[in-house]
Structures are given as structure tokens and as C-alpha cells.
């Protein structure tokens, strides 16, 4: 017999009636659930003294649920784990989550438990799982049914979720927009991608006390000219993106994305006619930058101490004279290769 040991205790056989190590083993089971022939680890205690296995109470319910794990895997359904593991994500209670899936109350408690759960109740659970929108959407329309408390406990933390999920896409968008650029170094400024580093940038330059009036239009030109910068001094670019020659200067690919990612102080600013873009983190506090290296800080202070006052207007007009600049074609891509001739 094949056993496995998980662990060996001093302990009262109640096989043998006497004191003495006793063992905890896994044995491989093969039996029939629902008509399918299921192989799957089995818990038992093992008896050296009359070489026998036998089962406590407590591993007669998880063999149980052993068996029935093993079943929904060989389906293709949730096992009673990533069932719990999926209210753990939102931090609900089984009667809860009852209560926002129109479900009778003791549903998830049976699922995570002996009953296997059919195939339509496991789409919604993984769709739970997969969409913390969805979440938000149900937590609302079950509000009057929950306590207050519970139903605030459960909207911060999904909350979380969504944000972290928003998030993610943002990121696998821009970096799939970025693929076609990894082979060309003067397009990428010898510099993978990294979105970490661009929102540390863009937070290094909203905290600054120098830069006045950090609009769109402005925190687009100072990425480029500390990109250019760094690959001029470094031969190196700090952030890896990539910038097209656009009527107002150089700007990032992705931008209207990248301004939206965790962490990054954009305000929308209504301006009459049209919405403006603010970015700050004045007065904060002390804020720290994990990604920049000091060498990359000193790169953006440079930037900071020739550009920060100026106003869009300026800042455009100085872009403009920019070799990279006047060498572009309009929306094409900017080469690094202009960076030796920098004004700054």
C-alpha cells in the first residue's frame, strides 16, 4: 500500500487502544460520484501496531469533500476552496452573498461544503469572481437587505478590487500598444516600458514646488525632455515610452490612458467650454518615489529647474524649435537619435 505521511503525533489509537505514534497518511482512492470514476487522496490515520488505516470523524467529512473537489475539477467547476477563496476576495459572509445572488441561505455554505454545485451557479461565481463591477452593481440593488455595516465593509473592499481591476486592463492596454515598438531603441529610448516609472515621473513632477500651473499639455513636454535627457547624459530614456510629433509637441502613446492609472493626481478641471487636466500633489506631505533612482532624480530636476515656470504656451513654443521636433514628420514617431542636440 502507497502511503504518504503528512505528520506522526503520540496520541491514543483508537484502533489499537494503546498510546503510541500514530500517523496522519494520504492514500489514493479511486471510487464512482455521479456515475464518473474519480481518483483522488484520501486522509487516514495508520495504525503501526495492527497495520491498519481507519478514519476520525473529522477526515470522514474531509474525504468527503476531497472526493467532491476531485469531481468538480475533472468538470471544469470551482472547487469548495476557490469558492471560499472568492468570498475571502470580497470579504463577505456566506448568508451575504447569499443575499446579493438571490440565492437560498444556506446555498454557499452547501457549496462550500458536501454539494457540488451545478454548472449555471458556477458561471455566476466565476463571473463574481472576474468582474468586482458586477459585485458593485449586486452589493446596490441588495443594499436594504444587508446591515449597514456590513454592506459598507463589503463596498470599501470591493471598491479596492474594482479600482486594482481598472487598473491592470489600463496597464495590459498600454503595454500591448507598446509591443510593436521593443525592437527599435531610438524609438523607445533603449529603455523598456515601464508604467511604474511613468507614474513615479508624473508624481515627481506634481509634487515639485517649482512647476507652476502642471496642466496636460505641459506634463507631456517635461516627460519627453527627461526621457531625452537621461538618453542624451545616459544613453538611456527613464520611462520607455514612445512620442509622436503632435501640433502641440511631443506626447507619449497612450496618453489619455496613462493619466488615468492608480496613483497618478490628475483632476479633471472644468474650464467653460472645455475640461482641463490638473496634476498635483502639493502639500501632501512627504512622498516617496520606489521606482526613480537618484541619478533619474537629478535628471528630472534639470528639467524642473529650465522648464517648470513655464506657462503651455511657452513650453509649446519652446518644444517647437526642438530639432527632434522640426525633424519629425506631424504624428510620426520621435526619434531619440535628436537627443544629442537638445536645448537643455
Same mark, same amino acid.
Given at each position: 500500500? !502507497? ?6 503525533? $503520540?496520541? %491514543?489509537?483508537? +484502533? =489499537? ?14 471510487? *464512482? ?13 495508520? +495504525?503501526?501496531?495492527? &497495520?491498519? %488505516? ?12 476531497? /472526493? ?6 475533472? &468538470?471544469?467547476? /470551482? ?39 451545478? $454548472? ?6 466565476? $463571473? ?8 458593485? @452593481? ?54 523598456? /516600458? ?19 500651473? @502642471?496642466?496636460?499639455? $505641459? ?7 527627461? !526621457? ?12 520607455? /515610452? ?23 493626481? =490628475? ?27 537618484? !541619478? ?21 513654443? *519652446? ?26
Amino acid at each position: 500500500m !502507497d502511503l504518504k505521511i503528512i505528520k506522526s503525533e $503520540k496520541r %491514543l489509537c483508537a +484502533c =489499537c487502544m494503546e498510546e503510541h505514534e500514530v500517523k496522519t497518511v494520504l492514500v489514493k482512492e479511486e471510487t *464512482f460520484f455521479k456515475n464518473k470514476k474519480i481518483t483522488y487522496e484520501a486522509s487516514y490515520l495508520y +495504525c503501526d501496531m495492527a &497495520e491498519e %488505516l481507519y478514519m476520525d470523524e473529522q477526515q470522514i467529512q474531509e474525504n468527503d469533500i476531497r /472526493l467532491k473537489d476531485a469531481y468538480r475539477k475533472s &468538470e471544469g467547476l /470551482l472547487t469548495s476552496g476557490d469558492i471560499s477563496a472568492i468570498r475571502a476576495k470580497f470579504g463577505i459572509s456566506q448568508s451575504d452573498l447569499c443575499i446579493l445572488l438571490g440565492w437560498g441561505g444556506k446555498t454557499i455554505t452547501r457549496y462550500e461544503g458536501h454539494q457540488v454545485q451545478d $454548472k449555471a451557479h458556477d458561471t455566476i461565481l466565476r $463571473k463574481l469572481e472576474q468582474d468586482p463591477e458586477w459585485f458593485l @452593481l449586486l452589493l446596490n440593488d441588495s443594499r436594504e437587505n444587508l446591515s449597514a455595516g456590513a454592506f459598507q465593509r463589503y463596498l470599501t473592499a470591493a471598491a479596492v478590487l474594482y479600482e486594482e481591476d481598472q487598473d491592470a486592463y489600463l496597464r495590459k492596454a498600454i503595454e500591448a500598444d507598446y509591443v510593436r515598438f521593443q525592437k527599435d531603441q531610438l524609438i523607445h529610448g533603449n529603455t523598456n /516600458l515601464s508604467l511604474d516609472k511613468v507614474v513615479d515621473v508624473i508624481r515627481y513632477f506634481a509634487a515639485s514646488a517649482k512647476i507652476t500651473a @502642471l496642466y496636460k499639455v $505641459k506634463l507631456m513636454k517635461l516627460m519627453w525632455y527627461a !526621457d531625452a535627457l537621461s538618453y542624451k547624459l545616459r544613453g538611456f530614456a527613464i520611462t520607455g /515610452l514612445v512620442y509622436r510629433a503632435l501640433p502641440m509637441g511631443a506626447v507619449p502613446i497612450g496618453h489619455n490612458s496613462i493619466i488615468n492609472l492608480r496613483d497618478v493626481p =490628475c483632476e479633471e478641471v472644468d474650464m467653460g467650454e472645455t475640461n482641463a487636466y490638473h496634476f498635483s500633489l502639493k502639500g501632501k506631505g512627504e512622498i516617496i518615489f520606489p521606482c526613480l533612482t537618484a !541619478d533619474d532624480k537629478n535628471i528630472l530636476d534639470a528639467v524642473i529647474d529650465k522648464l517648470g515656470k513655464m506657462n503651455k504656451n511657452e513650453i509649446v513654443n *519652446f518644444m517647437h524649435q526642438e530639432q527632434a521636433y522640426l525633424e519629425t514628420a506631424p504624428r510620426d514617431v520621435i526619434s531619440f537619435r535628436y537627443a544629442e542636440n537638445l536645448q537643455i
